[in-house]
């Protein structure tokens, strides 16, 4: 049971827009600590898309958008590709276990 | 451009030491404004912080409070690596382990990974 809930999957045709949500508490996310983005391809690591609730990284394509409202946040993906199709991951930290914590990942796939 | 190399045995047996190396390229573990960090990942629980040592005029460790008291992180300035030692170790511990980079509380950059089994 991961401390931070995402939906275990999502799905979109081509060109359509998706959100991912991650929800947590008023110890992390709830408490003002940022929360950050990845993207993981199969067989290889973690790729960082969002950091900061909204920023990206350069090189990381501005169809992907993050958002944050209380105890929750957002991974908005835009003009869906079928490259995107790929499990993502929300992080951060958690005040009550004084470390970084996950979500549990939701794959998305492109249909 | 920052580059992590891993290095460590893919199987360790039961109640045993599992450790890992991260060399790294391109920056220095003595930097004073990013972290190490070691992550795992299993299907049964997912991506998992396990630590980090930082340099901020002197060294600092913080632990994971699912491994405090198994877990040690060492920083090591002559050969500008960081290791990972996780003791008494069972099944439960076998995961894809990987090093990596943090600023501002986000990782950068990632090792490659190591799959390490526990298993007699």
């Known amino acids: 049971q991961s401390v931070l809930t995402q939906p275990p999957s999502v799905s979109g045709a081509p060109g359509q827009r998706v959100t991912i949500s991650c929800t947590g508490s008023?110890?992390?996310?709830?408490?003002?600590?940022?929360v950050h983005w990845y993207q993981q391809l199969p067989g290889t690591a973690p790729k960082l898309l969002i950091y900061g609730h909204t920023n990206r990284p350069s090189g990381v394509p501005d169809r992907f958008s993050g958002s944050k409202s209380g105890t929750s946040a957002s991974l908005a993906i835009t003009g869906l590709q079928a490259e995107d199709e790929a499990d993502y991951y929300c992080q951060s930290y958690d005040s009550s276990l004084s470390g970084w914590v996950f979500g549990g990942g939701t794959k998305l796939t492109v249909l | 451009q920052v580059q992590l190399q891993q290095s460590g045995p893919g199987l360790v047996k039961p109640s045993q030491t599992l450790a890992l190396t991260c060399a790294i390229s391109?920056?220095?573990?003595?930097?004073?404004?990013?972290?190490w960090n070691w992550i795992r990942q299993s299907p049964s629980r997912g991506l998992e912080w396990l630590g980090r040592t930082y340099y901020r005029s002197k060294w600092y460790n913080e632990y994971a409070v699912s491994v405090k008291g198994r877990i040690t992180i060492n920083p090591d300035t002559s050969k500008n690596q960081f290791s990972l030692q996780l003791n008494s170790v069972t099944p439960e511990d076998t995961a894809v382990y990987y090093c990596?980079?943090?600023?501002?509380?986000?990782?950068?950059?990632w090792g490659q990974g190591t799959l390490v089994t526990v298993s007699s």
């Open positions: 008023s110890s992390n996310i709830g408490a003002g600590y940022d």
């Open positions: 990596s980079r943090a600023r501002d509380g986000y990782v950068d950059f």
């Open positions: 391109g920056d220095s573990v003595s930097s004073n404004s990013v972290a």
